[in-house]
């Protein structure tokens, strides 16, 4: 297709993910941005170099620099845009606005220069960044407590009692104790609407501002928002990581104002989830760093 090489990983992901689906929506995408683009008034369209599991380009509307958003998973960007503007509007603009926005479709602000937070900062002051990113958002997280478009943190943390004989082979007792902590945690917290995946690559620069982007939108224990940062941009730290990782729990909590202890079991939960994902989705996936992320927090 002209917009996406046969051979990327989204064009990939999409068809093994997405099955027929999928394989329709790659063939009616070139049709789809064009139709968009003529609505909008883009010009000099441009994806994105690697692209996963959406469609992300570069675009001018009226001289102005933007990028344009498309998903093949039906609701899964409507309800990405929905989360997007209830933030932005809640938080006074921490998170990326929405310009324009049609079904499986949205328009965003090109961010610029669009670094993440890792690659400008070192880990302690990376950390108070997304730590205060976190706390905006449970801050004003009123509002959509009861919206039924949205999973929960329980509904994710199902699979660890379907996780594939690869992963319970690789990380044995440690699946049964994500388990109990996940009930555990649940219970008696507050669900709020979280981002999801708030680690350091969904934290980028624009305008001398910190702007969150690209959330999950999942319903759960605030503290749980910690944690998949915990797992990432560990070359941040420069000595020991489990040490490390450790100074990022104390200071997240200091930051946020949720119990160290909370942080850090939601941390051995999550990333342990994570390790089943990734060896549910390919047997031989490397899982060391998570897992000693999560050995240093339990």
Known sequence: MGLLDDAS?????????????GERWLEQLEQRVAELAERWGLTDLQPFADLSMNFVASANRRGVPVALKLGWERGSVSRERIWLEHYNRSTHDA???????????????????????????????????????????????????????????????TQLERASTAARDGLGARIARANDLSHE???????????????????????GRWLITDPQGVFGDPAHECAAMLRNALALIRDDVPAGVRRRVALLAEVTGFEAERIAAWGVAQNVLSCVWSLDSDPNADVAAVLAVVDALA
């Open 95 to 157: 998170v990326i606005s929405v310009l324009a926005h049609d079904g499986d479709a949205y328009l965003m602000p090109r961010l610029e220069p669009g670094t993440s937070v890792d690659q400008v900062l070192p880990d302690e002051a990376a950390t108070e960044v997304i730590g205060q990113a976190i706390a905006s958002l449970s801050q004003a997280s009123h509002g959509m407590a009861s919206d039924p478009g949205y999973r929960t943190v329980g509904d994710w943390f």
């Open 185 to 207: 945690l649940s219970q008696g917290a507050e669900a709020e609407l979280l981002h999801g995946d708030l680690h350091h690559m969904n934290v980028l620069s624009h305008a």
């Open 9 to 21: 990983d989204l064009a990939h992901n999409v068809a093994s993910y997405g099955g027929r689906d």
